[in-house]
């Protein structure tokens, strides 16, 4: 006689909370949903709870460090949520469909949220969001309570520049604020009317697809900073075509101005490592400011406009085929 194994998802129970074990080594845990699937119960969690930071099972004493994909999701009866200093992630899709949520305390120390971490969350209207963010993925907290009440603009979350919401007028020219350390996924994606974008030298990072169809974008300014700025890049299926999978950062944007004030690390899904500006025929104008020491491969490969350009003497160093075809 064969009888069916029965497997538990989590690892382990303990005061009511499910885990993982992300390392025994390192004795890390992340809270996790009951059973095999996060559809398998519902209302596991309900009321206020506070997730604890540290959970003692089998002798042994492990710290909580993230919270898994669909941890929390359609538990109805959640209502509020503290969040300890030990998480540094909340995963894709956490608290999917908790619709009576109300509040959520993130503590300092939490770095990343992700994509849909929050979707139909509607009644969440309280979420503190502390400086320790610095990356918030697609549609985290677009369908909470919280980003409804937000104002049509550049929406911040925290020190991230979350996004643009509403309807952009015509021409539009935005200046991100000082402080700013990033500019999450598809943060301006579809708006077309953006013309002229500045971004202070605070921002370090840049999500993928953030300027997806933003067709109007001809001046870019990144001003100087100590840190290098790391770019996303554009694999969003903008047109139904495979052709614009993996393309770099700005490759809906017809640039025609650029400042570029600092060094930048970049990455182009399936591309061949070509940088943001490659290929930006319409380029007509570049300013290198003295916050550049590196230039990368293809810097402004194909870049056919480009008449003049000047290289401060802080650069030391110019990647391959960096004027290629210019």
Known sequence: VLLPLLVNAHDLEVNGFYFNIVSDADLTVEVTHKGNSHVEYSNEYSGAIDIPEMVTYASKTYRVIAIDDYAFSQCRNLKSVFIPKSVD???SYAFNECIYLDSIFISE???KIGYNAFR??????FISIPESVTEIDSYALNTTGWYKKQTDGVVYAGNVLYKYKGTMPLDAAIEIKEGTI????SAFFDCSNLASLTIPGSVVSIGNYAFGGCTSLRELTLKDGNDTLSLGYNNYNWNSSSDNQGESL???CP???????????YETGAQYGFSPFYN?????????GDGVCSMGDYAFSNCSSISTIKIPDRVIELGDYAFCNC
């Open 89 to 91: 992630e909340i995963r």
């Open 109 to 111: 120390g939490v770095s």
């Open 120 to 125: 139909n969350c509607s009644k969440l209207v």
């Open 182 to 185: 990033s500019i999450s996924q």
């Open 250 to 252: 700005f490759y809906h």
């Open 255 to 265: 640039l025609e101005r650029i400042y570029l004030g600092r060094n930048l690390k």
């Open 280 to 288: 930006k025929s319409e380029l007509i104008s570049v300013t290198i």
